[in-house]
Nanobody
Framework: QVQLVESGGGLVQAGGSLRLSCATSRSTFSMYDMGWYRQDPGKQRELVAAISSGGSKNDADSVKCRITISSDNAKNTVYLQMNSLNSEDTSVYYC??????????????WGQGIQVTVSS
């Protein structure tokens, strides 16, 4: 079982920055692909950015050059640095861990979600 706890959300003005953190209950990065998703009411959850267990990164087109995912193995934490925020970034953000090797394949864990609100 992997527990994910998000922090760092809140209210920010358009053009501002926020850094979200996802603390994991134990070291996950060697066996799990980590990702940040967001979901608006009535819409499907969508990928924002992901980092594989091998370190490869993937960003959604809507956030390229503004949002960066990173990980700190020593702290068992994944970060989402968000810059130049706009109203379309307002959403609930979720941290995700997906099993990436044969030992944990099929396992899928989610954090509780954290609100990010961008005011114009």
């Amino acid at each position: 079982q992997v527990q994910l706890v998000e922090s760092g959300g809140g209210l920010v003005q358009a053009g501002g920055s926020l850094r979200l953190s996802c603390a994991t209950s134990r070291s996950t990065f060697s066996m799990y692909d980590m990702g940040w998703y967001r979901q608006d009411p009535g819409k499907q959850r969508e990928l924002v950015a992901a980092i594989s267990s091998g370190g490869s990164k993937n960003d959604a087109d809507s956030v390229k050059c503004r949002i960066t995912i990173s990980s700190d193995n020593a702290k068992n934490t994944v970060y989402l640095q968000m810059n130049s925020l706009n109203s379309e970034d307002t959403s609930v953000y979720y941290c995700n861990a997906k099993g990436s090797n044969f030992l944990v394949r099929g396992r899928d864990y989610w954090g509780q979600g954290i609100q990010v609100t961008v005011s114009s």
